[in-house]
């Protein structure tokens, strides 16, 4: 298999990337006949593979009552898909094989018989890995024009939202406070650290590159970053924290929860955002030492979350988040991939942590 | 060595327990002229033994300026006593040995160098295992002649605060919800039961014992009860609630707390209250799997907490036990132990389980 990145210069915030092989199936993003999906294969076993999932093509569905038929245009990669299709199952029935791998996506509308939308509106769904997808209308979300569509699947989408009530919400961040980031130059990490910053704290990143904790410290303002690949763990956030942590911000799990939670300082909060240090793994890190002994004696508090639960304040999040990133606040970087037929090493390089930034398919162009 | 218990018949709801014991060291209960006391003789090696602690005798302290001499009248013994000896530590600094062991007491001032204290005075304090202490003024808590001293040191006490707290803030019990309280025929799980049911809450006690058991269901209106040494605790579980556990109460930790983790339901709170399983262990069990992914996934609170940090509160919280005694609705236990002398078998009994309801050290008589 061919397989390489090519990263085009960074344009203003939005960094493309494209990967490229040469594969026959599917090249086309303009408006087709044909459904173009990736169904689950099997459950992985393990590490993630691209043989993990099945390419097929099928006819365009069609809408029935209060159903809309929308074409995607974009499709989010998260950690959290590689927990979805796990035999175990997450927060959400398991995805069994046979069936359209699943996807937060923005998509527009071709057809409608719901009364609340039209052909053309721009709605954010969860479509999956496919082009075109048969929704009920009640469980889609217009989107307000104003912001640009990379922005919706970013700060002002589901990762931004996460970082927001996630650190907001959870972690209740006190002007002063120390707040450490895990993933921190991912696309929920970077929102949450610069969030933590504009509420007056001290920021420190851990994420797994020189490149990465260069644009944590320099371009988003943290007020350090430790290289995990690098760094020893524990002895970094001793020296970065010399007075114990107060938020620990969790996007990874494993050795890293275990070496910030021994750092915690007492009243911390730990906000269980997400694992992916384990979702790829056949067999997950046992559980962080230490517990309930140092949640009862340094008073700690460790919660999970999950963003939907917060949708209530949906615009409100929304709100925040916009005007922060229009102030120049919050700054984002977007990676973006092109072609429906590349989601499943995109999601592969995801877990292995090659994307700065939001990772995102363009499955079909915008206009 | 010789010992047995004999429990007296219950006298409206207190239990009085004598432990005796054919020695000769410190019978007398009186007014002496010596200040007798246990010190730790070693950092206990797993099991706590009664070698672990030295009884000496010495003169009485004189108290300097801003000091109050107590003589104590009730000594607490709580699981937590167990941790504080530990080498590693807990929530406060270690106890070395050659230090007296501490405790929570209730003691009557006998001279006052403190302007805020006269002779004669009923206060809470920490004097530790011993007849007479030095304290300063400051750190005493004038008791209210309102409630028998016995209930100070019990519901109105650190365990009762412990528990209004633990549930109240940490769990924050809605109506209709499933509460799981473990240790629940302990000082601190009956009343942390008997305010969940106060609340509008199912509660599930687990305990020891039938009589624990029993006692708990018939006398304190648990709905249910598992004794956790006949029953399969995850069966038990799934049985008393098959809709999960919205509140687990926990003061055991090691495999109760496992076992309820696994059936805490979506938006579930662990209150992390103590781990007396886990204490008088050489080597404590590893923390319960499913850390964070469970907290994740089924969106879980896990926090820990030590009563002192919500003394601001404490006359309210004092305030309402009190009413809810006086109303029937809360009911205990005592389980008066006689004599300083007995203080190290008595903890090692609490430690066994052996004690229904509050266990305290009668150290000398009231009047």
């Known amino acids: 298999m061919v397989l390489w990145f090519r990263s085009q210069k960074s344009v203003g915030n939005i960094r493309r990337v494209r990967i490229c092989e040469s594969i026959h199936r599917g090249k086309g993003t303009g408006m087709t006949d044909t459904n173009r999906q990736f169904v689950l294969a099997r459950h992985p076993d393990g590490e993630l593979q691209e043989s993990d999932f099945t390419w097929q093509e099928g006819p365009i569905p069609e809408p029935g009552p209060g159903e809309v038929l929308t ?5 989010s990669l998260d950690p959290a898909n590689r927990s979805w299709i796990n035999k175990g199952g997450s927060y959400r029935d398991p995805v069994v094989p046979g069936q359209v791998m699943p996807g937060f996506t923005i998509g527009r509308v071709v057809a409608s018989r719901y009364s609340g939308l039209d052909a053309g509106d721009i709605v954010e769904s969860e479509s999956g890995w496919q082009d075109f997808a048969c929704l009920r209308g009640d469980d889609l979300y217009r989107l307000d024009a ?7 699947m970013n700060v002002l989408g589901l990762t931004g939202k996460t970082a927001y009530f996630g650190l907001l919400d959870i972690g209740q961040p006190q002007v002063g406070e120390t707040v450490v980031v895990s993933g921190a130059a991912g696309a929920t990490g970077s929102v949450a650290g610069q969030i933590a910053k504009i509420k007056g704290c001290r920021v420190i990143g851990i994420a797994g590159s020189q490149e990465k904790c260069d644009w944590v410290r320099n371009d988003l303002g943290f007020d350090e970053a430790i290289d995990y690949k690098r760094q020893d763990m524990a002895e970094g956030l001793r020296a970065a924290c010399p007075d114990g942590i107060d938020i620990y911000f ?5 050795a890293t929860l275990q070496a910030a939670l021994l750092q915690m300082r007492r009243g911390g909060r730990i906000v269980c955002c997400g694992a992916v240090s384990q979702y790829d793994k056949a067999k997950r890190d046992p559980s962080p030492a230490g517990i309930p002994g140092l949640l009862i004696v340094r008073r700690l508090k460790m919660q999970g979350f999950i963003v939907m639960d917060h949708y209530g304040r949906r615009r409100e999040a929304e709100r925040e988040l916009l005007h922060w990133v229009r102030e120049g606040r919050i700054k984002y970087r977007l990676d973006i991939v092109d072609g429906l037929e590349n989601a499943p090493r995109a999601l592969i390089g995801l877990l292995h942590g090659d994307n700065v930034g939001k990772r995102m398919i363009r499955v079909a162009a915008e206009d």
């Open 71 to 75: 074409r995607t245009l974009y499709l």
């Open 146 to 152: 104003d912001a640009p569509l990379e922005l919706w």
């Open 250 to 254: 969790d996007n990874v799990g494993g």
